[in-house]
């Protein structure tokens, strides 16, 4: 894939090749210059400047990216001092062979053991720069823990078949945030940024904000040797683009797509951002150098709605999870000098229904009326599993007796709030009711004999009759009444159960280095990725907080190579 290629779909260009460094008019220079300053751009920058070296870092809007729009949750384990103080057991081993499970080969045995055996030093490492995380645990299965508790199982590691090969261990590590802000489950990732940010300007880190680097400028043998960026002129030009993109975002998070009337202010938010496109559109060129090299970790490319559709067509229908900065920029930028990149095709589907538990212990069936998963299994193993192998299609199946139970996990400070509205809304608004299979397969569209089959099949699971195919426990499994039954959309494109997604896929790196690989299967010289620009330990499966975890590991180990350059 180059700018040339049809299907390109990026403002990225081609690099601009010099023979002589005097050839470009310099505006500024650093040892480092970081393209994304999200999770992986402020560790590789951090990093970078504790190693003696320079940094600029660069970023398309104010940085913290997907990171700090996320929950806040960064996976670790082997023995973090997080849990230890909750008098949660695990070592290095014990988290390798989870993460086997889940990472299917996509990076090396000997990077992941690498990855398990750094975590609980990277624990410390970011207390060290005042990121505060504690131990308060909650030790049951959930999606995402009420707001006072800090430490939970963010995996699968409860469920049976995974607790086979690894005990279980709760890693999922939330930044510690007020309890009143912490009410939701978006944008509090700041609680792991802002500190991060912070010791690392303390420390003389020169950030570039509302900056967007659109080229890569390289040597005559290929080596990257600087960018070009897009910088406004002036500040009251940029305090405009600034206040129309605050309305937009203010719109987009006030009238989500579940709520009626959405479309009309989602309209009105487009117009924002239409308008702040046009002054982005008079911007100016600057060009930056890297005396040593350039570190690519700008996220993701979900909200890029054309590669989206030419990488990962299934997948369109989801909600896109992270911010518009995800557009693919830091990839192409990567591809532009020969890089390869790989597992496009890869995306995380977010299904999660656990809480409310009582959903959990109801079934989920395909278009054929069968099941196909244990219910009790993280929300984007089910996520993806529906969406690659079952057309993205899928029910949950109750009963009247779970519902009303489901809404009662949810009462109060039992759950976050939307996850109380979304159990709310689909319980009294997108449920489905019948008095027998038959009806019920009827008004849902699928297999009536399949789905009485289940069902039978199903409360005989419940009553200790039979095992369980997919090994779910018996004291998750719920007898349904099958003269009061009901079924929610828990399709990928539910209208009121929205499904997040979050591509996974990035270039190719030397996984010692961080080095962005060529066709040749040899370094670009000067070029490293980090985060979501980078095939890492998230890019096959998703569990929460591996994402975050992978761009600390993966920011500093590039900044650990650059430092080791002569």
């Known amino acids: 894939m180059t700018p040339e290629s049809e299907d390109w ?12 460094a005097t050839e470009i008019e310099w505006l500024t220079e650093a040892d480092v210059i970081v393209v994304g300053l999200g999770g992986a751009g402020v560790a590789a920058a951090l990093q970078s400047i504790e ?14 990216g997907a990171t700090k729009a996320s929950g806040g949750v960064i996976y670790a384990g082997g023995g973090t001092s997080t849990q230890s103080e909750a008098g949660v057991e695990d070592t290095p081993d014990n988290m390798f062979n989870y993460l086997k499970l889940e990472t299917e080969g996509i990076v090396s045995d000997e990077t992941l053991r690498d990855f398990c055996e750094k975590s609980a030093p990277t624990i410390e490492w970011l207390k060290g720069h005042n990121v505060d995380l504690r131990g308060t645990l909650w030790p049951h299965k959930t999606s995402y823990p009420a707001p006072q508790y800090f430490l939970y199982h963010s995996d699968n590691s409860l469920v049976p078949s995974y607790k086979k090969h690894a005990a279980p261990a709760a890693r999922g590590h939330r930044g510690y945030v007020p309890i009143k802000q912490g009410a939701k489950a978006t ?6 940024f802002d500190p991060l940010k912070a010791s690392a300007e303390a420390k003389g880190l020169k950030t570039l904000s509302f900056t967007e680097v659109r080229q890569l400028v390289t040597d005559s043998k290929g080596n990257v040797m600087g960018v070009k960026a897009l910088q406004f002129a002036d500040n009251e030009t940029l305090g405009t683009y600034k206040t129309l993109r605050t309305k937009a975002n203010k719109l ?22 239409e308008k702040a496109q046009a002054l982005a559109d008079s911007r100016t060129e600057i060009f930056i150098r890297a005396n040593k090299g350039i570190v690519l970790s700008a996220g993701g490319f979900v909200f890029n709605s054309k590669m989206m559709t030419h990488y990962a067509p299934k997948y369109t229908a989801g909600y896109p999870l992270g911010t518009d900065g995800d557009n693919g920029a830091g990839i192409r930028l990567g591809q532009s000098v020969g890089g390869v990149a790989e597992n496009m095709d890869r995306i995380t589907a977010w299904r999660f229904i656990n809480p409310p538990l009582s959903f959990a ?16 299994v993280y929300g984007a193993t089910l996520g993806v599993e529906m969406t690659e192998n079952h057309n993205g299609r899928g029910w949950m199946i109750l009963d009247k007796a779970l519902v009303k139970q489901a809404l009662d996990d949810v009462k109060g400070d039992k759950a976050l709030a939307f996850q109380r509205a979304l159990a709310k809304l689909n319980s009294y608004f997108g449920a489905k009711k019948a008095k027998s299979a038959q009806e019920l397969a009827s008004l849902i569209g699928v297999d009536g004999k399949n789905l009485e089959a289940q069902l039978t099949d199903y409360n ?13 426990t018996h004291d998750d499994i719920a007898e349904i009444d099958e003269n009061s039954l009901v079924a929610i959309d828990i399709s990928l494109t539910a209208k009121l159960f929205p499904c997040p997604t979050l591509t996974l896929g990035g270039l190719k790196v030397d996984e010692a280095t961080g080095s962005v690989l060529g066709n040749n ?38 900044a650990s190579a650059l430092s080791a350059k002569a």
């Open 9 to 20: 779909h990026s403002d990225i260009e081609a690099p601009l090749k010099v023979s002589s």
């Open 187 to 192: 944008n509090l990732g700041g609680s792991i």
């Open 252 to 273: 987009f998070a006030m009238f989500p797509p579940i709520i009626p009337g959405s479309k009309f202010f989602f309209k009105k938010a487009m117009g924002h951002l």
């Open 521 to 558: 299967g040899k370094p670009i010289g000067g070029l490293y990725a980090a985060g979501r620009n980078a095939i890492g330990v998230a890019s096959w499966n998703y569990v929460s907080g591996l994402s975050i975890a992978d761009c600390i590991y993966s920011g500093r180990r590039a």
């Open 51 to 64: 190693n003696g070296l320079s940094v600029i870092a660069i970023d398309r809007f104010e940085g913290g």
């Open 361 to 376: 212990r109801g079934m989920i069936v395909n278009e054929n009326g069968k099941r196909f998963i244990n219910e009790m």
């Open 460 to 472: 005989k699971m419940a009553r200790g009759e039979m095992a369980d195919p997919f090994e779910k």
